[in-house]
């Protein structure tokens, strides 16, 4: 499989014919900015994902009414389970006539399983056919984390994106720091090692970052100045790049694990290395259906990775 990324100008998508373009509306106003944006957006197919929890609650209403405007059509399943997502997919591509699928996909509010299993799906999808995955990300602005943050659920692998043989290396961990601190720091405990830690630089945004700081500032005292990485948030090239090279350099002698507790963006590039690498695990640490609605607010920034996927020579 070969895999190729760029980072694109979202005002690309509005002369593009899409195949499909999926969506999520969840409980975050940030939901609908692409779409606000891009009302013309072309696709033969429009669906929305929506979660099995919170209906009711006032934003998800407004987001639900504002897809249902646009024409999307709607399934509804838990943020912890890929099975409906997979199951859709292949409703819709198990017999491609064409020789390219085109597909655009805002996963600004989707969880890390749904858009694993989107990215997975496609990975392996029949050889003839050349996939370009636009993967749409809406920034938020900044908030700060919960007081009380909920505890932790789910410590594991993501489906297709783990070694199931019994490992034999020593591990080495690769956290991207997110503001709540009680992931991470149960990620290097769970493992037992000392981590290589990924921290958004204050480029973009600096009240996240020295949020991020001061939230795992014991961790962070605790690792070595060589294990301490900085990104730029906007920059998803150079993140990339990054991350591709460290785990490259580490896989000879470790067991490379991935595991994404920061912005969703670090963990889109975290499955797209495990993939191109072939051997590099991504784990997830998730407090799952006890995390509270959160409504998360557009800062105006919308982040495109577009993602080629190539199962053999054309």
Not at 217 to 233: A, G, N
Not at 262 to 291: C, H, M, Q, Y
């Amino acid at each position: 499989m070969k895999i190729k990324t760029e980072q694109v100008d979202s005002s690309t998508l509005d002369s593009i014919e899409f195949d499909l373009v999926l969506v999520s509306s969840g409980f975050e106003s940030r939901g609908r900015y692409l779409m606000s944006q891009h009302p013309l957006l072309q696709s033969k197919t429009k669906i929305v994902v929506g979660f099995n929890n919170f209906r009711d609650d006032s934003i998800r209403i407004y987001n639900d009414s504002l897809f249902e405007k646009f024409g999307f059509t709607f399934i509804i399943g838990s943020g912890n389970e890929s099975a409906f997502v997979l199951a859709m997919l292949e409703n819709l591509f198990s017999k491609v006539s064409s020789s390219q699928l085109t597909v655009l996909i805002d996963y600004s509010c989707m969880t890390r399983v749904w858009y694993a299993e989107i990215l997975r799906y496609f990975s392996m999808i029949q050889n003839s056919v050349k996939v370009e995955l636009y993967f749409s990300y809406t920034v938020s602005q900044y908030l700060p984390p919960p007081d009380n943050p909920p505890l932790n659920k789910f410590t594991e692998p993501l489906d297709g994106f783990y070694s199931i043989s019994v490992p034999i290396k020593p591990t080495a961990l690769l956290i991207g720091l997110g503001y709540v601190s009680s992931r991470a720091f149960g990620l290097a405990e769970y493992f037992d090692v000392q981590p290589y830690l990924f921290i958004n630089d204050s480029s973009f945004n600096e009240e996240f970052h020295n949020e991020v700081i001061k939230q795992n500032s014991d961790l962070i005292k605790y690792v070595s100045e060589d294990k301490l990485f900085y990104y730029p948030l906007d920059n998803l090239t150079y993140t990339e790049t990054l991350i591709n090279h460290i785990c490259v350099d580490l896989l000879n002698d470790y067991r490379v694990i991935l595991a994404p507790c920061g912005p969703k963006p670090f963990t889109l590039l975290s499955l797209v290395t495990s993939l191109r690498l072939n051997n590099v695990d991504v784990w997830r640490i998730s407090a799952g259906e006890n995390e509270s609605p959160l409504d998360k607010k557009a800062n105006g920034t919308i982040l495109v990775l577009k993602c080629s996927i190539q199962n053999n020579e054309c």
